[in-house]
Every structure is written in C-alpha cells, then in structure tokens.
C-alpha cells in the first residue's frame, strides 16, 4: 500500500514557476514509477511526465518539454515537479501518481495508475 500527499501548488502568474512535491509512505515506494498527472476543468485527466523507480529514466508529454522537470529522491519517499515559464492552460488539479510502466503512462494514461494522491491546485493568471 502506498499513500501519496502532494504539496506545492498555489497561483502565480505566466511565467512563473512552482516546485510540486509528493511525499510517499509505505515502503515499497521505490519499486514503483511515479509521476504526475493535471486535471483542467472540463477535461479528462492527461499525462504529464513520470520517472522510473531508479530515476535513470523520464518521460514528458510534449506541451511541457522543456518546462517541467520531474525528480525523486527514493530515500525520502518524494517525487518533485519543477515547472518553469508556466503558461494559463498549465492551470489544472496535478495529480501524484504511483504505478507500472512507465514509458506506458502517456498511451494508456490511468489504467497504468496503481495509487493517486488527491491532487493540488494549480491556477496561472495572465
């Protein structure tokens, strides 16, 4: 089992820049992919960027390459999102998720999911 707690979301204006946090607890956290998935009103919950167990490996959906940096650190059970020069359709709820195969989250999205945090706000004014 294990429980995601996402901090680090808030409002800030284009071309800013946040630093998502999610702390993980239960101890199989480093045999997991992690990542993150945005929520925007209106629209279905899409991909962002994940990172494999050992962190020798990271995938980004286009629209944030470049932008966005996703990091873990297995000893203190996070993952982070850096997200630079933020734009308003970055607006969304970011999800933390936990789960398999990671090359596969951007095709198959959720099914892939095996535990979700509850997700933080994200709102970036122009």
């Known amino acids: 089992q294990v429980q995601l707690v996402e901090s680090g979301g808030g409002s800030v204006q284009a071309g800013g820049s946040l630093r998502l946090s999610c702390a993980a607890s239960?101890?199989?956290?480093?045999?997991?992919?992690m990542g993150w998935f945005r929520q925007a009103p209106g629209k279905e919950r899409e991909f962002v960027a994940t990172?494999?167990?050992?962190?020798?490996?990271?995938y980004y959906v286009d629209s944030v390459k470049g932008r966005f940096t996703i990091s873990r650190d297995n000893a203190k059970k996070t993952v982070y999102l850096q997200i630079n020069n933020l734009k308003p359709e970055d607006t969304a709820v970011y999800y933390c998720?936990?789960?398999?195969?990671?090359?596969?989250?951007?095709?198959?999205?959720?099914?892939?999911?095996?535990?979700w945090g509850q997700g933080t706000q994200v709102t970036v004014s122009s």
């Open positions: 998720a936990a789960g398999l195969s990671p090359r596969d989250w951007e095709t198959e999205g959720p099914r892939k999911i095996a535990y």
């Open positions: 239960g101890r199989t956290f480093s045999n997991y992919a």
């Open positions: 990172i494999n167990w050992s962190g020798g490996s990271t």
